[in-house]
């Protein structure tokens, strides 16, 4: 089993910055592709962000190409999503996820592990 937490999240205005972080604990292992999904109010959960178990691919959900970043640093186990240029339609849950696959994963269901999520509010 492999556990992720999630933290970073909070309260910021429009244009503002945040960086979630989700760390992994666990029979963890670096051969995961890991990726950020995020759930609104009423809403089905949607994908935000993924990378590869290497590092080097990632894929981001044409409404955050360009503001939003992710990476990750082996030597903590942990995934980042720098979200930057914020809007209020970025409000949701942020959840984090781990695959058992190794190449980038965009749909849901490939998803083994997920987190408890966090809450991220962007004010107009």
């Known amino acids: 089993q492999v556990q992720l937490v999630e933290s970073g999240g909070g309260l910021v205005q429009a244009g503002g910055s945040l960086r979630l972080s989700c760390a992994a604990s666990?029979?963890?292992?670096?051969?995961?592709?890991m990726g950020w999904f995020r759930q609104a109010p009423g809403k089905e959960r949607e994908f935000v962000a993924a990378i590869s178990w290497s590092g080097s691919s990632t894929n981001y959900s044409d409404s955050v190409k360009g503001r939003f970043t992710i990476s990750r640093e082996y030597s903590k186990n942990t995934v980042y999503l720098q979200m930057n240029s914020l809007k209020p339609e970025d409000t949701a849950i942020y959840y984090c996820?781990?695959?058992?696959?190794?190449?980038?994963?965009?749909?849901?269901?490939?998803?083994?592990?997920w987190g408890q999520g966090t809450q991220v509010t962007v004010s107009s």
């Open positions: 996820a781990a695959s058992r696959l190794i190449s980038v994963v965009t749909a849901r269901n490939r998803y083994d592990y």
């Open positions: 666990g029979r963890t292992s670096s051969s995961n592709a």
